[in-house]
């Protein structure tokens, strides 16, 4: 598969509509129409339905989307840095969960930027095992673990930060009254968990033999989105401190477990690869913040 029609395949995939991604492209309809054909006997699929009006991708089509948007901008990633040899520039791109410990990671990126203004920086969200997918494919060039894991298989430096696990609640809620939460606090109460806390079996040994009792109602990736049901005193939230909106109008407030449980943080990258200069960069500030 060339670069040039998988950028073809995915103007078609966006527009749904040959004849206009033919004109975003400036080329011929026809000749679209059969680098698309092509691809489609190259792979041996269909790709797409061809409906009156417009088309829909097939469930092939719809893997071979997700992937080709990988490859493409790891392609143009790519290009940026081997063009930026003789400067510091080009992308760094990060993938890392939600964490108060980002505070240290955006300010050096902050400052790179100001020194350095034609770096960008591409920033993306997501659980420990996407960053870690997203880093092997070689789409993030670093990756903030809050998880307790195996890094044998990378660099890796431990941020001195770490996060506190504790329950979000409306500031009306009779348990705002204690200071600490416990597994017989939130027996029956509607909870909200961390998806990666759920699946890496994170508060079995907080809660015990209560487990049975818990009241998991649903899971969240992002706690932006989970607070809001939060808030209209629905369900009761068991997530990192500091994650919460702590403006004036809030209505929410955290409490920390007790037992306490908390979260190391480590970035880590690949071996084995040459970084970019931009990466190196980050490298060594990230080393010499920690010192």
Do not use: C
């Given at each position: 598969?060339?670069?040039?029609?998988?950028?073809?395949?995915l103007?078609?995939?966006q527009?749904?509509?040959?004849?206009?991604?033919?004109q975003e492209?400036?080329v011929?309809?026809p000749?679209?129409?059969?680098?698309?054909a092509?691809?489609?006997s190259?792979?041996?699929?269909?790709l797409?339905i061809?409906?009156?009006?417009?088309?829909?991708?097939?469930?092939?089509?719809?893997y071979?989307?997700?992937?080709?948007?990988?490859?493409?901008?790891?392609?143009?990633q790519?290009t940026?840095?081997?063009?930026?040899?003789?400067?510091?520039?080009?992308?760094l791109?990060?993938?890392?969960?939600?964490?108060?410990?980002?505070?240290?990671i955006?300010?050096?990126?902050g400052?790179i930027?100001?020194?350095?203004?034609?770096v960008?920086?591409h920033?993306?969200?997501?659980n420990a095992?996407?960053?870690e997918?997203?880093?092997?494919?070689?789409?993030?060039?670093?990756a903030?673990?809050?998880?307790?894991?195996?890094?044998s298989?990378?660099?890796?430096?431990?941020?001195?930060?770490?996060?506190?696990?504790?329950?979000?609640?409306?500031?009306?809620?009779p348990?705002?009254?204690?200071?600490?939460?416990?597994p017989?606090?939130?027996?029956?109460?509607?909870?909200?968990?961390?998806?990666?806390?759920?699946?890496?079996?994170?508060?079995?040994?907080w809660?015990?033999?209560?487990?049975?009792k818990?009241?998991?109602?649903?899971?969240?990736?992002?706690?932006?989105?989970?607070?809001?049901?939060?808030?209209?005193?629905?369900?009761?939230?068991?997530?990192?401190?500091?994650?919460i909106?702590?403006?004036?109008?809030?209505?929410l407030?955290?409490?920390?477990?007790?037992?306490?449980?908390?979260?190391?943080?480590?970035?880590?990258?690949?071996?084995?690869?040459?970084?970019s200069?931009?990466?190196?960069?980050?490298?060594?500030?990230?080393l010499?913040s920690?010192?």
């Amino acid at each position: 598969m060339e670069l040039r029609v998988l950028r073809y395949f995915l103007a078609v995939a966006q527009q749904r509509n040959i004849t206009k991604a033919a004109q975003e492209l400036l080329v011929s309809q026809p000749t679209l129409s059969k680098q698309l054909a092509d691809l489609e006997s190259e792979l041996g699929v269909k790709l797409f339905i061809r409906g009156h009006r417009q088309i829909t991708l097939t469930d092939e089509g719809e893997y071979l989307q997700a992937r080709a948007k990988e490859i493409i901008q790891l392609a143009d990633q790519t290009t940026a840095n081997i063009k930026a040899e003789q400067v510091i520039t080009g992308t760094l791109s990060i993938g890392a969960g939600e964490s108060t410990v980002m505070q240290r990671i955006m300010k050096i990126l902050g400052e790179i930027v100001q020194d350095y203004p034609d770096v960008k920086v591409h920033l993306i969200s997501g659980n420990a095992d996407e960053m870690e997918t997203a880093l092997k494919h070689g789409t993030i060039d670093f990756a903030v673990l809050m998880a307790n894991r195996s890094l044998s298989n990378y660099h890796h430096l431990q941020i001195p930060e770490s996060d506190q696990w504790g329950v979000v609640m409306r500031q009306d809620d009779p348990l705002t009254k204690k200071k600490v939460i416990t597994p017989n606090d939130i027996i029956g109460l509607p909870l909200l968990m961390s998806e990666q806390g759920i699946e890496e079996h994170r508060f079995q040994n907080w809660w015990g033999n209560l487990s049975k009792k818990m009241n998991i109602i649903g899971t969240y990736s992002l706690v932006f989105n989970a607070q809001l049901m939060v808030t209209q005193g629905s369900a009761y939230m068991i997530t990192f401190d500091h994650l919460i909106n702590n403006s004036n109008n809030s209505k929410l407030t955290f409490r920390p477990l007790s037992p306490a449980i908390s979260e190391s943080t480590n970035i880590i990258w690949k071996k084995n690869v040459t970084q970019s200069k931009v990466a190196k960069l980050f490298t060594q500030r990230l080393l010499a913040s920690l010192d």
